[in-house]
């Protein structure tokens, strides 16, 4: 298993997109979405366990690139 940091997320963004958008990788086995304690909405970062480390890698880098990944989460 490995865990990925997502960072520069909406505060709309829910676990739900979250799983969705990144599950197209791999297997998640835990998405932590951090939340306010007082509004309940997203914080802007989440940290996501993949099952498999190549499935992580992939979801931080699906293009082969030295580059950081860029996708839209609802």
Do not use: C, Q
Request: no cysteine; proline share 4%; hydrophobic share 40%.
């Amino acid at each position: 298993m490995l865990v990925v940091f997502v960072g520069g997320l909406s505060t709309e963004t829910n676990k739900k997109a979250l799983e969705a958008v990144l599950g197209k990788y791999g297997r998640i086995v835990e998405a932590l979405l951090r939340k306010d304690h007082e509004t309940n909405k997203s914080r802007g970062f989440a940290f996501v366990t993949f099952e498999s480390p190549a499935d992580a890698k992939d979801a931080g880098n699906p293009h082969g690139e030295d580059t950081w990944m860029t996708v839209d989460i609802p």
